[in-house]
């Protein structure tokens, strides 16, 4: 139980050691960013998320509703549509048989976590509205590839075995709540730096970073698109906004009222 508080906290928050051989200034703060150059010619947007929140400090405003209407797809880091699927059915991860129980694992903690019994995404808040909207949208990556990375870097027992350790997450998370409603990225990214493994940020936000940033170009391709991922994926040396400007494109925060 412990190791997917551990793994959702990990989705929002930037993990990893900065690496080494980038090029990195601090970004403004922003959730909200439009990346042009390189030959796009549609609009094409990234907004960092939060996989599990409590309804009540979701905040969507109209100037990110206009701009998710007005593109021709959307991605999410996994096909949203399937993940409904493989929670009831497990389609897509074969062999995977606890897939089920560590999914409701998962959501039981998040409950107790966020003292809310009306926990919910900004993935699945932006589905919603891409599916009412007729908008496509797709994954960034398999939902079996994820799993599967998760189960492998992280351990149950090492994580129950930490004395007060659900405390410990829960006033984490408490902070990082914070740093996300202000937009600061920078923040995210260091709050939760030193409490990973460098194998463990590397192979969660780092190497998937650059896998995403290796097909962008094919991805914007003659379509205006608007990218959803972990807020955590957006900041630091190897973050997906830093590697998009080292290969040449531009990124620009778009401005929204915050709380």
């Avoid at 410990?168 to 709050?191: F, V």
């Avoid at 914007?220 to 608007?226: L, P, T």
């Avoid at 807020?231 to 709380?259: E, W």
Wanted: with cysteine; hydrophobic share 40%.
């Amino acid at each position: 139980m412990y190791k997917w508080l551990l793994i959702l906290i990990a989705a929002l928050t930037p993990l990893s050691v900065p690496a080494q051989g980038y090029h990195y200034t601090e970004f403004p703060n922003s959730l909200l960013w439009e990346v042009k150059g390189n030959g796009i010619t549609r609009p094409v947007y990234i907004f960092g998320t939060i996989h599990h929140i409590c309804n009540k400090w979701v905040y969507w405003t109209p100037e990110i509703d206009s701009l998710l209407h007005s593109v021709d797809k959307v991605f999410f880091e996994v096909d949203v549509a399937k993940l409904h699927k493989v929670y009831y059915m497990q389609e897509e991860v074969k062999g995977l048989d606890t897939l089920n129980t560590s999914i409701r694992g998962i959501l039981a903690g998040m409950n107790e976590m966020y003292f809310c019994a009306d926990e919910i995404g900004y993935e699945s808040i932006i589905y919603t509205k891409a599916v009412d909207a007729s908008i496509a949208t797709s994954g960034l990556e398999s939902i079996s590839s994820q799993v599967f990375l998760l189960d492998k870097i992280y351990d149950d027992k090492i994580a129950i075995e930490q004395p007060g350790a659900f405390h410990t997450y829960r006033r984490m998370y408490n902070s990082l709540l914070k740093s996300y409603a202000e937009q600061n990225i920078n923040i995210l990214y260091h709050l939760t730096n030193i409490q990973m493994s460098f194998e463990q940020s590397r192979q969660l936000l780092d190497d998937r970073n650059k896998r995403w940033v290796l097909k962008f170009n094919q991805l914007v391709k003659d379509k205006s698109i608007f990218i959803a991922v972990g807020a955590a994926h957006l900041g630091g040396k190897a973050g997906v906004l830093n590697l998009l400007q080292d290969k040449g494109y531009t990124v620009t925060p778009v401005n929204y009222k915050s709380r």
